[in-house]
Nanobody, 114 residues
Framework: VQLQASGGGLVQAGGSLRLSCGVS????????IYWYRQPPGKQRELVAS???????NYVDSVKGRFTISRDNAKNTVYLLMNSLKPEDTAVYYC?????????WGQGTQVTVSS
């Protein structure tokens, strides 16, 4: 199982970015994909998740601004981030658990300037 995150960058406050998490080695319908982020000097936190059955959850701070989705044909999960704020600045990671093992993408940097 491999996850590859991409799509980060530098954006002004109020802007948008779409992150992608490409998954190989397993079908998306079999797993839950999580997006985490780690702001500078802070702990990693869970941002959003989407299950194989389509259940979706968000942390309160991104509700109404971020949208998680998936494309089963491409085996890819997306995180569309709108109305970005400077406090969204972080390294974003995608993650899954399968048969007791945790798999992480390499992380993609999102920087929101004020």
């Amino acid at each position: 199982v491999q996850l590859q995150a991409s799509g980060g960058g530098l954006v002004q406050a109020g802007g948008s970015l779409r992150l992608s998490c490409g998954v190989s080695g397993i079908n998306l319908r079999s797993i839950i994909i999580y997006w985490y982020r780690q702001p500078p000097g802070k702990q990693r936190e869970l941002v959003a998740s989407i299950s194989g059955g389509g259940s979706i959850n968000y942390v309160d701070s991104v509700k109404g601004r971020f949208t998680i989705s998936r494309d089963n044909a491409k085996n890819t999960v997306y995180l569309l981030m709108n109305s970005l704020k400077p406090e969204d600045t972080a390294v974003y990671y995608c993650n899954t658990e399968f048969w007791g093992r945790y798999y992480w993408g390499q992380g993609t940097q999102v920087t929101v300037s004020s």
